[in-house]
Every structure is written in C-alpha cells, then in structure tokens.
C-alpha cells in the first residue's frame, strides 16, 4: 500500500533527502520509501520506480513529497516522525549560525568579505541562472552542478571571458585554487605543478600522485568535461593555462583531458607551443605519436603525474609504467574477465582505454548505458554515470550499488579480475573502505567455496592528508584481501597481466611544429585567483562550505531555494527583467 | 524613455515617492471633482467587478448608496436597480479615488480631496464614518443613512471650512511623520494621526463665525470619537502619491494593490492602467467575541494602498501596539515582518522614520519582481467585515495578496519589453 506525504514549502537540497531516504528505507515494516522535492521531474521518478499516487500530482516544487510503500498504516506515522526530527536537525543546525547565512544573492553579498568566487551545487535546471547572477556580480565561477546545457555552458564561459572571469565547470567535481580544496577534492600540497583538467577523477588522481611523491599543486583548475568541444573552443582551459604560465610560482604546467575535439586541440596546442614552461599533457585515450622539445605527451595519469614532478625537480622525464608482479591468484582457463567497477568517472575511462589497448582483437561491443568498456569478456562501468545515480546518491557516498556490482561479478565463473576505486577526500564517504571490505571478503570466500579463486585489485585515491587517511583506507582494503595498487594505472595493467594481456608504452620521437604567436595575457582577476586565498559564496551543498572554512578560508552559506518556486517560465521571466537594458524603457 | 535598466526605472519611482507633496485641500461632493460621477453610477473598491459577484457587504453598501442618493425609496427598490443592471460601476480607481471596505461612492457623499502638490494631481476619498453598522461594511439602516446625511451636510462643509482656512491646506506629510513616530502604521491603528488631525483643525472649527455652535460642537465631538479617521486622509494620500509615482511609465514597482472580495488586483508602473487579478484571499485575525472565522467575508477594500506606498502591515514595527490585535505575536514579531517586507520593497522613505526601527524610513517601492523571486508577499493589516450585510466589523488581522497577480504582472512586463519563452 503506497502512502503519501506532502510537507509543503520546506526545501531541501537533493543531497539532504536522498541520505534520509536510504536512512528511512532500513525502517522494519517500510517496503519500499523515497523522499523529494515535488518537482515535475521527480514526479516521473516516483512514478517509474513504481511510487507514482494521485495525491503526488499535488505537489509543487518546493514540496517535500515522501512516498512510502509499507503494509500498516501506522509505520506512515513513523516514517513522518522520522523524516520531522531529521528535517529539524537540518534546520536547527542552520539556526545556530543564522546569522552567516543567506537566502539570497543581497545578504550572501552583504555577509561576504570581498568575494571572488561562488561554488555553485544546485540542480542543474538552475545553475547556469545563478551563475549568470555570480557573473554579473563579479564572481568567478565553479560550478559543480551537471545537466547543464550545452549551450547555456557557451554563454557562461563566453560572458565570463569577456568580464575577464573564469567558469569551471559545469560538473566540475573537483578544484584547488590557491590551495583551497573545493567539492570534491584531496587535500593535496602547495607545490609549483600547476594543474588544468577537463576531468574530475583525473585531476585527482594526479594530484594525489604527485602529494605522494613528496611535490605539490597549488593549483588545479577543472574546466568541465565539454570546455574542449567544438562549441566551447576551451575558452576555461586557455584562460587557465595562460594564468598557469603568468604566475611565476608555477614551474611545470600540466593538461588533462579526454581527446578534444581536432580543431580544439590544435587551438590548445598552439598556445601551449606558446609557453616557456615545461608542459605535460595528457589527452586521454589518445595514444602519444610524438614528443615535442617542451611538451611531453603522456598516455596516463600516473605517467602524467610522475613527469611532472621529474620535470618539476628538474629532472629528464622518464617513465616506467609498472605491473604488480607478486600477485598469488591460480585462474582457471575459464576465467578470463576483467571487471571494473569505478566511482571516478576518469579513472573508468583509463582503464577503459588500457584493457581496449590490450585486448585490440576483442572488439568492443557497441558502448550501452555505463558501460565505458563492454567487451566479450570484460566490462568497465563508470557508477557514476547519471543513469546510476538518478535519484541516488553518488558512488564514492553510498556504497550500495558497487557491493551489488561485487556480488555478481563474484559469483560468475567467467570473472578473473575485480577492480575498484576508492576515491577519498572532502565530499566522499567517510569511511568506504570500511563499506566495501566486508563485501570483498565475501565475493572472496564464495568464490573459494565454488573452487575458484578471484583477484579483487582495489586503489585508493588520496592522500594522507585527507579526512579518511590514505593509510587507513588501503590498510582496510588489504586486510579485506584486497591487492592494493598504488594508482589506477598500475591496478589495470596487472589486471591486464593476469589474463594474459599486455599495454605497450609508446616509443616516439620529439618532432617540432610550427605555431602562430598567441597573446598569453590574462585578466588581472583570474590572477588574483589564482594568487590569493579565494573568498567564496557557497551557493547549495552546505558541506561545500564546512570544508571551505575548515581548510581556513572564508566561505558564506547560501541557502539556496528555486526562486519563483521553482517555476522555470517565472525564472526566465525574473532574469530577464533583472538584466534587461534596451530601449523600451 | 530614458532608463537604461528596470532598477533604474524604479529608482525614478521611488523617488517620485519621496518628492510627492500631498496636501488635504479641502472635502467636497464626490460629483464636483468625479465627472463620471452621473444619476445612477456608483464607484466600489478594488478592480472591476460586476454587481452579481459582490459580497454581500458591498451589495448592502450599494443598496445603502441608492438609499442614501435617494434614487429608491426602500431596499426592494433599490435592490431592483441593482439586479436589473440599472446602475453603472466603475471602480474608484479608474477616477483618482480610493474607498475603504466595500468603497461603494455616490455622487452626492463628501470626499476628502488631496493635492500632490509635486505633481499636480489629486485623489479623493470619502470620510471615515466610525465604527459599527456602517456603510463600508454593508450596513444600510436608518441611522447609517442619517449619519450619511450628516456628513454629506454638516462634516462636509465645515471640514471644507477649516481646511481652506489654512493656508495651501494640512501638509499630509508632516502628519504621518509625526504620527509614525508615535506609534500609527494607518491601516490598523491611526489614533495618533487621527488626534493631531483633530488638534490642527480643533482651533479652526471652534473659530468658524458662520457655523452654528452645535454643529461644530457635533463635529468636534465626531473627529474625537473617530480613531479611524485619518485611515481615509492616509488612503487619499498613498492614492495622489502613487498615481503620480506611476506617470514614470516603467519599471516594476506596484503602484497600486486593491480588493473588491473576489479578486485581488495590483498595477505596476511599466504597465499603466493594466490590473492583474486573482482571487482574493481571506484575512487571519482575532474576532471579536462570538464570531469566527468563518463568519469572515473575503479580503475587500482600496486600503491596501497604505501598504502600496509602504506603511500599512508593511510597517508593523512602527505600531507595536496593534501586533497582537492583528494577530502576530508582539514587538519581535512585528519586527519580524518589517524586516521581512525589506526582501520585496527596494528602498526606504527618509520623509517617514520609524523609531522602533531604529530609525529606518517607512518600506518603500514593492518590487512585484521581487516578491516572484522571494515568494515573499505585502503583509496587509485589514478590518474584517462580516459576510453578511449589514452586521460590520468583525474582527482585525492580516492578509496577504495572491501571488498570482505580482506573476501575471511581471509576465506581461517582460512580454512587452520583448521577452519570448
């Protein structure tokens, strides 16, 4: 029996609700519960997992609607209650420091000590207007939020350049500026490697190797995964690189993305060849052709990494990429899958484009839902990926999904090797490891009983800086009976080599090109930017801002709610009264 | 022409606002200054609305009017006109007046008449009738009709007196500076007002030569007794204010907000003469002892224009007095309110201070676009007439408009100056 129950007026951010949903699901007598904001497309939600009522329609989007499938009546009132004492924990708190936050741009300006940036977290249907809002105030912008459109992304990041300010983002899951970890990041060492990346993991997965080596980035700018389109044209990306280059603490500038577009990443490149520093790029899935006298081309992030701190200690690049040898596993014949289940999109990716380059012959199948690797034998799933997270939390947040992944893969006969990330770091779950190990252990033993036995390769993306402790993390993955690789890297390529594959590094030599002379100037606001401790307007997730203030900059808490009560028609009209300036008036 | 952003037009608002100079000039018959005021038209409050959809109150204020005027001999008389269309409506707005509750005016009633003096433009009002069974709420027996008269020819004339006694009229402004300090907000609570009212045109009246001794005594002795009397001075003037704030042609500031108990209606400035309606809400309040809410009629009234121009329920803080009698807590909830109204009123008027506020000017310019984008609406302090003719006041409370109107408002703006979805 479906019951439901409607708060009106009361928002909560997505985040809020969907832990307190997994909080009410464990409720004894409660089959099946989901907590969201009324909005129409959540609705659709409700209704396709099965949770769709009449009195849903009713809803308005700054509702909070609760559906809950139990077989008595009475556990309706216990699922209220609960979701009462929650929801007031959340205000309360709010209460205690009332005074430090705001509920819209005027008191978040007015209790803002000179902003330069606003971290934007909110649904995507309303980021790109709140970001135009932090534009037209001045503010750089870092827009975490996806479902961003395409086009909104272009005239973001075209009126930005023009103010002389930089958008990161959108999806933009991770940053440092200035030493300042912002969403999801590590806590990574100042150092003179200054990082640009189209990707989330990426960046972290390079920082964190680079901390590791003892060298540091006070700088990681995060472009979003689509700057190097065709439309964008890398307008975050060349205005990033050439303030990389301006600042005189960066002695190594490094480049992560997917391939980008021909035109783009020839546009990028030319400014590149522009550059005195030392460059590393890495465009991954593209296999280096060629070296160049100043720019070393890298085929992963680990090399990418490592280079940048040869180059960065003065050193000639030289990398080994490097295969867990000692790896006591008896496979059968049969057993010949790679499996990976990732939480870092980038890190999926990688190991996409290794197992793809070792495995040439085997034709992958065509790509379908999250798969980023589908072959006969091996598959790669991004977790990710909005198909597994709508309505759910994050992978590197809520485990669920990765031991459901585990547990299957474990249990077919065919599966040779189990990879998995454990991104850590502000944002993701406090203790993953600990999530995951029970899991492991299992699929583990299980297979032992079916007279198999299984590799589980797990790499921990962090530092020991970081909240959850790199140490602690890995020791708990390998007490699991985990093999623990240092990188993502070196966990795919001894995957690879234990079913009998092999990546070859590529050997090129360092051709010379040609390039139009570019002007590397940059507006003195993004040096400033980068240069000085980012004040910041966190514009949603509230724990954005904990972590803000915690790494000791200043941060002010906007509570955000849909204006105009979420009504998209009214939100255009609103933005286009508010920066209307013509001739009709 | 000439702004170069919507801020900017409602900039000039507002300081159209502040400039105003209301002046009370003067009381004459609603005709002498409303043309269209011929045998048989009737003005009512709020935005158009036809003789069948009126609340019971306002369909007895008319039958009351009629009775009054003299076009009918009894009530079956005049309700006949009514029902059979024979009498014209036109909303006081549409003729630079206001009207309290039903605001049904007739051709022959007195009118307050204000000057703004900055613009040039007047607006007019009837007179307060005190409390109890009175015409604004719908009552329309002997002694209603009577007082009626009474002040059609006595308080009429010798207030006329008094004002053109004094030299440009009473500076309106002065008087709601002096009150709001002590403790009026003129909606709900206007007794300060209303006393220094009474204290300027006292000295005037009792020296009228030309005036009998017992009618100026009776006069006296009215204005003394009638808290609410300056309510209609205060709506006359936020009227001559707003009307000439609304010449600026642009922007989004709400230039006037009004109710006739089925729909709410609000203009701003970018859209001149052009109401946005929906329907009216019902206030929230105390009631008197043995009624309740459900005895309420429908939110009604041109009153709102106190709150228009930024005092009214916008300025709680000012009259802590009335929060509880409205309803709301006390001071902190007053102050509450006030500080919330600041989300959705652009600016603050430096001519009316409020003490309690520390000294913050009275709210000022309602930004409809604002009130979209908060969700926030103008707290409006309101009477709350009986649903039934006749019976009167009820109770007091609060009310807020529909947030329909500020939406179909701003809508309509933005499709003139061009937007498409």
């Known amino acids: 029996m479906l019951y439901t129950i409607i708060k009106e007026n009361t928002y909560q951010d997505s985040i809020v609700l969907m832990l307190l949903s997994n909080k009410l699901s464990a409720m004894d007598g409660v089959n099946k519960v989901s907590i969201m904001m009324g909005t129409p497309a959540n609705k659709d939600i409700f209704k396709s997992s099965g949770l769709g009522t009449d009195e849903l329609e009713k809803a308005k989007p700054n509702d909070i609607v609760i559906v809950v499938d139990a077989e008595q009546e009475e556990k309706v009132t216990e699922v209220k209650e609960e979701v009462e004492a929650a929801l007031k924990g959340e205000s309360g708190s709010q209460d205690a420091s009332k005074d430090q936050e705001a509920h819209n741009w005027k008191r978040a300006l007015e209790l803002a000590n000179n902003p330069n940036l606003a971290l934007i977290s909110i649904p995507g249907q309303y980021a790109a207007m709140e970001a135009e809002n932090a534009l037209n105030e001045g503010l750089h912008v870092f827009m975490f939020s996806d479902n961003v459109a395409k086009e909104d992304e272009v005239k973001l990041k075209q009126m930005a350049h023009e103010k002389g300010l930089l958008v990161m983002g959108p999806d933009c899951g991770t ?56 439309e964008v044209g890398a307008i975050t990306a060349l205005d990033s690189i050439k303030a990389l280059n301006e600042d005189p603490k960066v002695k190594v500038i490094t480049v992560i993305s997917k391939p980008p577009a021909k035109e783009v990443q020839e546009k990028v490149l030319n400014v590149l060849r522009n550059i005195e520093k030392p460059v590393v790029t890495l465009f991954l899935g593209d296999k280096p052709a060629y070296q160049e006298e100043n720019i070393y081309h890298a085929y992963t992030l680990e090399e990418a990494a490592v280079v940048s701190v040869q180059l960065s200690n003065g050193e000639k690049p030289n ?267 | 022409m000439g702004y170069k952003t919507i801020n900017e037009a409602n900039e000039a608002v507002n300081q159209k606002i502040i400039a105003a100079a209301p002046f009370l000039t003067d009381v004459v018959p609603a005709k002498s200054v409303i043309p269209e005021l011929e045998e048989h038209v009737l003005l009512h409050a709020g935005p158009p609305i036809k003789y069948e959809n009126m609340t019971d109150p306002m369909q007895g204020s008319c039958v009351g009017a009629i009775l009054f005027e003299g076009w009918a001999e009894d009530e079956e008389g005049a309700r006949e006109l009514l029902e059979n269309n024979k009498i014209t409506f036109i909303p006081c707005h549409h003729v630079n007046a206001v009207g309290p509750m039903g605001g049904i005016t007739s051709p022959n009633m007195p009118v307050l008449v204000v000057v703004n003096k900055e613009n040039g433009n007047e607006a007019y009002c009837q007179m307060n009738e005190g409390i109890g069974a009175v015409l604004r709420f719908g009552a329309y027996n002997e002694q209603v009709i009577n007082r009626l008269h009474w002040m059609k020819d006595v308080l009429g004339p010798v207030l006329s007196k008094a004002l053109k006694a004094m030299e440009g009229g009473l500076n309106v402004n002065v008087l709601i500076a002096k009150a709001i300090a002590m403790g009026d907000e003129f909606h709900q609570r206007n007794i300060a007002a209303s006393l220094a009212f009474l204290k300027e045109v006292a000295p005037i009246i009792s020296a009228l030569e030309d005036v009998e001794k017992e009618k100026r005594t009776e006069v006296i002795q009215f204005l003394a007794d009638t808290d609410q009397f300056f309510l209609n001075v205060a709506m006359a003037t936020g009227k001559a204010m707003m009307d000439a704030a609304a010449t600026i042609g642009h922007g989004t500031v709400v230039t006037a907000m009004c109710r006739n108990g089925e729909n709410f209606g609000i203009r701003i400035a970018g859209m001149g003469d052009e109401w946005f309606t929906a329907p009216v809400n019902t206030p929230q309040g105390l009631y008197f002892t043995g009624y309740s809410a459900e005895d309420a009629n429908t939110d009604i009234g041109d009153s709102a224009i106190t709150e228009t121009m930024g005092v009214g329920g916008v300025a709680m803080i000012a009259a802590p007095a009335v929060t509880r009698f409205v309803g709301s807590g006390g001071f902190n909830d007053a102050l509450e309110t006030s500080n919330q109204m600041t989300e959705i009123y652009i600016g603050e008027n430096p001519n009316f201070a409020i003490p309690t506020w520390d000294f913050k000017g009275a709210c000022l310019g309602l930004d409809a676009r604002k009130v979209v984008e908060t969700g926030i609406t103008p707290v409006i302090n309101t009477g709350i007439a009986h649903k039934i003719a006749g019976y009167g006041q009820i109770g007091a409370g609060t009310v807020n408009p529909p947030i329909e109107c500020f939406e179909k408002a701003i809508t309509a703006y933005a499709e003139k100056l061009g937007f498409k979805e």
């Open chain 1, 175 to 230: 940053g440092i500026i200035h030493g300042l970890p912002l969403a999801f990041t590590n806590i990574v060492k100042e150092g003179d490697i200054g990082v640009v990346g189209a990707s989330g993991t990426g960046i972290q997965e390079v920082t964190t190797i680079i901390d590791r080596y003892g060298k540091g980035v006070t700088n990681a700018i995060g472009t979003g995964g689509r700057d190097l389109s065709t």
């Open chain 1, 319 to 585: 990398f080994e990429p490097k295969v867990k040898e000692d790896v006591n596993v008896a496979l059968k014949d049969s057993q010949v899958g790679i499996k990976g289940y990732y939480s870092g999109g980038t890190l999926a990716y990688e190991a996409a484009v290794l197992v793809k380059a070792a495995f040439e012959d085997e034709v992958p199948e065509e790509k379908k839902e999250a798969y980023i690797l589908k072959t006969k034998h091996h598959e790669i799933i991004d977790l990710g990926d909005d198909i597994y997270t709508q309505g759910k939390p994050h992978p590197m947040i809520d485990p669920e999904k990765r031991i459901e992944m585990l547990e299957t893969s474990g249990n077919d006969p065919e599966t040779a090797v189990i990879m998995i990330d454990n991104v850590i770091g502000y944002g993701s779950h406090d203790d993953m490891a600990n999530e995951l190990a029970p899991t492991i252990k299992r699929v583990l033993e299980n297979a032992r009983q079916d007279g198999r036995e299984l590799a589980v390769l797990a790499t921990v993306v962090g530092t020991e800086q970081d909240p959850q402790g790199y140490d602690k993390q890995v020791e708990t993955l390998r007490e699991s009976g985990a093999i623990i690789c240092e990188t993502n890297d070196q966990m795919v390529r001894t995957a690879i080599n234990l079913v009998g594959g092999k990546v070859e590094q590529p050997v090129v030599d360092v051709q010379t090109f040609d390039h139009t002379k570019e002007d590397l100037s940059v507006d003195e606001k993004i040096m400033s930017l980068i240069n000085t401790k980012p004040s910041v307007i966190n514009i949603g997730l509230k724990s954005f801002t904990e972590a803000v203030q915690s790494s000791g900059s200043e941060c002010v808490q906007f509570n955000w709610r849909p204006i105009a009560g979420g009504d998209e028609k009214l939100m255009k009209v609103l933005q286009f009264l508010n920066y209307y300036e013509g001739d009709k008036i």
